[in-house]
């Protein structure tokens, strides 16, 4: 089986030819990579100023980890919200988590504005847990964001769950004791491990197929602002002043601003002329892991869900310095899907397993998927998932993707403090698309002229994150050898 061979490129039908870049060119805003922080940062500065953009993409539109997803709208963060208390504050936190939130009012607003007719659901979601101690996290992250005025997601625990009595007293009002087989029924599971539940709003959408669309309005509502070039690799990017060039293999591009929404930083160099280096290791610390995902083919009976499965304890998740090194969860989703024309089933697509690389470059997309990661995903679905087939599964579709994890593991939007003709709308980080969607929006709020508060998404913030992790990561190694 072809190893890219993802559920939501094969539903792409595309009839638009590809247009390379033939010329040497001059625009406003460059924006490089187009995935759906590219897009939707195209969209937003195009709907909202006066600005020409030129969409530059090394291969095609959404053949990235926008195609290469789950395709789970959800705004969670891949890091609890109580830990981006402590790094950055109640206000900034709150800030970060109610602007990722926003972005679902955004897709709605995206979905008005141009008609899209790509298949979205909205529903609640549910994100199961095996341990105690590890909903108590969850519990002190809602403690916070009620101290912020921020709406909670409700918490039910299973009345027979063991360790009830290591929840902290002040707890008490944050979550309901319910019947442990209303449990395992949010979760859809026989799997009696699971002993706590949190509902949030989550939706699921093709979202190369959403991008795709995208695109194809924006080339007909901006036919004198809009350009896009595909299979344009840029693999040097030289800041002046007051201007970026752009050198793709035969031609290059002159910007007053560029925009990477690479994902990571992908084999291109940045050379600034107009003040300090860019920091080279800052970039190098864009660090990839392979997400690996499966879906199979269902009869058309059970409504859409949303489901993650996080077998951890809290130690797990706390002695962990680094929330890249953290334990994988299992996330699910099922929704209607139309294999070919008319021939519509439930896809069910379950990820979570992942290899980390030291370098994002390192990653090949076709290279063969991995034998351990469907024998745990086949092993996941038997064990957890109440409709699973038996026996060895027919997977339909086998697909991996990457994802790049800054080093705070926090998008970056916002221009490069060395030099400002310089802006990013990047970092994967295992869930993306509502943060791209803000992340798209931010940007063209910061080319329109708007002064904006600071953000935990500022690039700045990730500096200084960079220099704190890697410190407690020090004293953390410190620590460890001296036990
Ligand atoms: C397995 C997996 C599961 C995921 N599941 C979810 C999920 O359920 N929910 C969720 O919210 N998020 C999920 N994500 C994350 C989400 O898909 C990403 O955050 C989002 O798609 C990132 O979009 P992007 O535009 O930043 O990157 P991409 O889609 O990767 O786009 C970047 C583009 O930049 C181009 N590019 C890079 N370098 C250059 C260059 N030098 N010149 C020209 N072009 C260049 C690339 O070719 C690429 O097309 C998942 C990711 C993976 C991999």
């Not at 909670?152 to 319910?178: F, M, Q, R």
Request: aromatic share 8%; hydrophobic share 35%.
């Amino acid at each position: 089986m072809n190893p890219t061979n993802s559920p939501w490129l094969h539903q792409l039908e595309r009839t638009r030819p590809v247009d390379t870049l033939k010329d040497d060119i001059a625009v406003d805003i460059a924006i490089v990579g187009a995935g759906i922080a590219g897009v939707m940062t195209s969209y937003f500065i195009l709907r909202d100023t006066k600005k020409q953009v030129l969409l530059i993409e090394g291969g095609r539109v959404a053949h990235g980890a926008t195609g290469h997803n789950a395709g789970q709208i959800v705004s969670d963060f891949e890091r609890e919200f109580y830990s981006l208390v402590e790094e950055y504050g109640l206000s900034l936190a709150a800030d970060a988590e109610n602007s990722v939130r926003g972005a679902w009012i955004l897709l709605e607003q995206i979905f008005a504005e141009a008609k899209l007719s790509t298949p979205m659901s909205s529903f609640m979601g549910y994100n199961g847990f095996t341990h105690v101690d590890r909903i108590v996290d969850e519990l002190k992250n809602n403690a916070l964001r009620l101290e912020a005025g921020i709406q909670i997601s409700p918490i039910y625990i299973s009345d027979t769950a063991p360790g009830l009595d290591e929840i902290p007293k002040d707890y008490k009002n944050l979550y309901n004791l319910v019947p442990h087989a209303d449990i395992l029924s949010l979760l859809e599971t026989h799997d009696v491990q699971y002993i706590a539940v949190i509902s949030e709003k989550k939706g699921c959408v093709n979202s190369a197929m959403l991008v795709e669309e995208i695109v194809g309005y924006l080339l007909a509502t901006y036919k004198d602002r809009f350009m896009l070039c595909e299979e344009t690799h840029i693999h040097e990017v030289t800041l002046e002043r007051d201007l970026a060039l752009l050198k793709a293999k035969e031609h290059s591009v002159t910007a007053d601003k560029v925009i990477l929404c690479t994902n990571g930083f992908e084999k291109f160099s940045i050379n600034n002329n107009a003040g300090a280096d860019i920091d080279v290791k800052f970039h190098h610390m864009v660090r990839g892991k392979i997400g690996y995902m499966a879906g199979l083919l269902e009869e058309l009976k059970h409504p859409p869900v949303a489901l993650s499965f996080y077998d951890q304890t809290a130690e797990d998740v706390e002695s962990v310095v680094d929330p890249y090194d953290q334990k994988p969860y299992i996330y699910m989703t099922r929704r209607p899907y139309e294999l070919e024309k008319n021939e519509k089933h439930n896809l069910v697509c379950v990820g979570g397993p992942d290899v980390s690389l030291d370098d994002t470059g390192q990653y090949i997309k076709e290279a063969e998927y991995s034998k351990e990661a469907i024998a745990e995903i086949e092993g996941f679905l038997h064990k957890t998932y109440q409709n699973s087939p038996k026996g060895d599964i027919d997977f339909r579709f086998k697909w991996h993707g990457l994802m790049g994890y800054t080093p705070t593991s926090i998008r970056v939007v916002g221009e490069e403090p060395k030099n400002r003709v310089l802006m990013y709308n990047l970092g994967c980080n295992g869930v993306g698309i509502l943060t791209s969607i803000y992340g798209g929006k931010r940007i063209s709020e910061i080319v329109g002229g708007t002064k904006l508060a600071p953000s935990l998404f500022d690039p700045r913030a990730v500096y200084k994150g960079s220099k704190t992790l890697s410190r407690k990561k020090r004293i953390h190694r410190l620590v460890a050898q001296k036990l």
